[in-house]
C-alpha cells in the first residue's frame, strides 16, 4: 500500500462548481499535511497546510480527518485558473522533515 | 529576490556520462532536497539534507550523488550506474518555526539521456 495515496483523475469540472478530493494516508505517526499546487511542468508550490481544525483560505478549505486518515481539499467557485494537478504531502514524524508525496490529482476547469 | 534556483533548466546528455544539477538558494534554509519526478508518479525523495556537511539518501538514492559544502548549495550528481536518468529533477529547501513549515521548490531541470 502506497504511504499516500490520491485519485489521479482527471476531473473535468465546469467553472462556477465545487469539487472536492481526498488524500489517504497509511501511516498514523503522520503528523503534518499540505496541499500542494503543480501547474504543467512547473514546480510544486505550497497552497495551503492542513491543520487539526481544519482551515480555510478563500476558496479553498482543507480538513484532517485522523480517525479516518485522510485529508480533504474543497474548492468553491471554481475558477479555469484553478486547472492543475494538486499534490497531497505528508510528513511523517521523527524530526528529519522528509515530505511524502502524493501521486496527485489532475483538475480541469471547463468553461 | 529570495528564492531557489536551478540550472541549467533543460540538460540533455549522451549514456554513459555523469552529469551534475546546480541547486542554490538564498533563503538561508537549513534543508534542502532533491526530487525526481517522472510522468503520472509522484515526486520521490533522492537526497536531502539537514545541515551543511551532512546528507541522507532517500528512497530513490541509487545512481546518485550529492554534496553539501556550502548551506547555499546542493547539487546532484546523476551517474551513468542510474538506468533511467531521464526525468524532470526538482530541488526544494525548508525551514520549520515552530507550527509554521515551508518548503520551496526550484524551477527544475528536465534531464533528457539518449
Known amino acids: 500500500r502506497k504511504e499516500v495515496e490520491q485519485d489521479p483523475g482527471p476531473f473535468n469540472v465546469p467553472e462556477g462548481a465545487t469539487v472536492a478530493f481526498n488524500c489517504t494516508y497509511s501511516?498514523?505517526?503522520?503528523?503534518?499535511f499540505f496541499w500542494y499546487r503543480q501547474d504543467c511542468r512547473k514546480e510544486p508550490k505550497l497552497l495551503m497546510s492542513v491543520y487539526s481544525s481544519g482551515n480555510e483560505d478563500g476558496r479553498f478549505t482543507a480538513q484532517l480527518n485522523r480517525a479516518s486518515q485522510y485529508i480533504s481539499l474543497l474548492i468553491r467557485d471554481s475558477k479555469l485558473s484553478d486547472s492543475a494537478t494538486y499534490l497531497c504531502v505528508v510528513i511523517i514524524s521523527g524530526g528529519n522533515e522528509k515530505l511524502t508525496f502524493g501521486t496527485g490529482t489532475r483538475l480541469t476547469i471547463i468553461p | 529576490d529570495g528564492g531557489i534556483t536551478q540550472s541549467p533548466k533543460y540538460l540533455f546528455r549522451k549514456e554513459g556520462q555523469n552529469v551534475t544539477l546546480s541547486c542554490e538558494q538564498n533563503l538561508n534554509h537549513d534543508a534542502m532536497y532533491w526530487y525526481r519526478q517522472d510522468p503520472g508518479q509522484g515526486l520521490r525523495l533522492i537526497y536531502y539534507?539537514?545541515?551543511?556537511?551532512?546528507?541522507q539518501k532517500g528512497d530513490i538514492a541509487e545512481g546518485y550523488s550529492v554534496s553539501r559544502e556550502k548551506k547555499e548549495s546542493f547539487p546532484l550528481t546523476v551517474t551513468s550506474a542510474q538506468k533511467n536518468p531521464t526525468a524532470f529533477y526538482l530541488c526544494?529547501?525548508?525551514?520549520?518555526?515552530?507550527?509554521?513549515?515551508?518548503?520551496?521548490f526550484g524551477p527544475g531541470t528536465r534531464l533528457t539521456v539518449t
Open positions: 526544494a529547501s525548508s525551514r520549520r518555526e515552530g507550527n509554521l513549515y515551508e518548503q520551496y
Open positions: 501511516n498514523s505517526a503522520s503528523q503534518s
Open positions: 539534507s539537514q545541515i551543511v556537511n551532512d546528507f
